[in-house]
């Protein structure tokens, strides 16, 4: 069973960067797909970004296309994911998730998703 902690949260001034990690735990973290997600205060939870298990797809959500790549280490066991150009609404929780799906589509739902992190707090100041 594999296990997720993200870190690399904090506060950033709009216009910044900064850089998530989701460190897994397992010797089966290259057979999952794996997704980021967010939920802001008062919200329901939001897919932000996915990456198959080789790294050669990715999906994006529209409101953060252009401004984000995630991308995963499997010699590490860890996804990334880089926030550039930070807005007020990239204010949120981030979630780390793993997805034991066989079959890779961009359109992508927490449906799927067998294992989640703990969450680490991104906050953008206007």
């Known amino acids: 069973q594999v296990q997720l902690v993200e870190s690399g949260g904090g506060l950033v001034q709009a216009g910044g960067s900064l850089r998530l990690s989701c460190a897994a735990s397992?010797?089966?973290?290259?057979?999952?797909?794996m997704d980021w997600f967010r939920q802001a205060p008062g919200k329901e939870r939001e897919f932000v970004a996915a990456?198959?298990?080789?790294?050669?797809?990715?999906a994006y959500a529209d409101s953060v296309k252009g401004r984000f790549t995630i991308s995963r280490d499997n010699a590490k066991n860890t996804v990334y994911l880089q926030m550039n150009s930070l807005k007020a609404e990239d204010t949120a929780v981030y979630y780390c998730?793993?997805?034991?799906?066989?079959?890779?589509?961009?359109?992508?739902?927490?449906?799927?998703?067998?294992?989640w992190g703990q969450g680490t707090q991104v906050t953008v100041s206007s």
């Open positions: 990456i198959s298990w080789n790294g050669g797809g990715t």
């Open positions: 397992g010797r089966t973290f290259s057979s999952y797909i």
């Open positions: 998730a793993a997805d034991p799906s066989l079959g890779w589509s961009a359109t992508r739902t927490a449906d799927g998703v067998d294992i």
